[in-house]
């Protein structure tokens, strides 16, 4: 049973663009939902992270958009660059963030130059 | 941020031996530690959960004998692949926390390749 589903599985978009992953969540237990950063042969990094008392939340171009009633969560990344290529996974996990993630199948970001 | 560092960063062993991966918090003491394994373009799928000076929880399908984990100090846990076969390759990675609240950092992660 996948508990945090991801898409699109890849995305290609074009330098200056807005690059837009989805995530659906199944258990609403869930209350910490981190979005990582992965390059190959890298570990994951957090990019950012939200819970579920508030709607969206912004870091510099990334901006996480929450919706509890939906059970769904999106990262956008805006005037996406060539360096933003890279897999992007959702994941979400109950009470805090020092608790087992459960992640998303990932998305493969390449934005052209 | 904090550091994981894990080590080493890529093992390539013969069929039946054992490896063992460290991952060590640099700069924090690490009350729970994480490992993953990740297949090519694949998710992370957490293997088992360490806590400092007790036994690791194992996820649901993980042999806890052919994967030993130790978690002795706040800023050490390994994980022991033994009996290696080539279906054990596979990119491992770490991630460690200190208390309940607090960011997990990530490991860099390690490839093991068993020939």
């Known amino acids: 049973q996948q508990q945090v589903k991801q898409s699109p599985q890849s995305l290609i978009v074009q330098k200056g663009g807005i690059s837009i992953i989805n995530c659906a969540y199944e258990?609403?237990?869930?209350?910490?939902f981190p979005w990582y950063q992965q390059f190959p042969g890298k570990g994951p990094a957090l990019l950012i992270a939200?819970?579920?008392?508030?709607s969206e939340k912004k870091e510099g171009r990334f901006t996480i958009s929450f919706n509890k009633s939906a059970k769904q969560f999106s990262l956008h990344i805006m005037d996406s660059q060539p360096g933003d290529s890279a897999t992007y996974f959702c994941?979400?996990?109950?009470?805090?963030?020092?608790?087992?993630?459960?992640f998303g199948k990932g998305t493969l970001l390449t934005v052209n130059p | 941020g904090a550091v994981v560092s894990q080590h080493p960063s890529w093992v390539i062993c013969k069929s039946g031996t054992s490896v063992k991966i460290e991952c060590r918090s640099l700069?924090?003491?690490?009350?729970?530690m994480f490992w993953y394994r990740q297949f090519p373009k694949q998710s992370l799928m957490l293997m088992a959960t360490?806590?400092?000076?007790?036994?690791?929880?194992?996820e649901q399908g993980v042999e806890k004998d052919k994967f030993l984990i130790n978690h002795a100090s706040l800023t050490l846990s390994t994980l022991t692949v033994t009996s290696a076969h080539p279906e054990d390759s596979s990119f491992y990675i770490c991630?460690?926390?200190?208390?309940?609240?607090?960011?997990?950092?990530f490991g860099e992660g390690s490839w093991l390749t068993v020939v």
């Open positions: 991630s460690a926390g200190t208390a309940p609240g607090n960011t997990i950092y």
């Open positions: 258990n609403t237990a869930f209350d910490y």
């Open positions: 939200i819970r579920p008392d508030v």
């Open positions: 994941a979400a996990s109950i009470g805090g963030s020092n608790y087992k993630l459960t």
């Open positions: 700069d924090f003491q690490a009350t729970t």
């Open positions: 360490s806590n400092e000076g007790s036994k690791a929880t194992y």
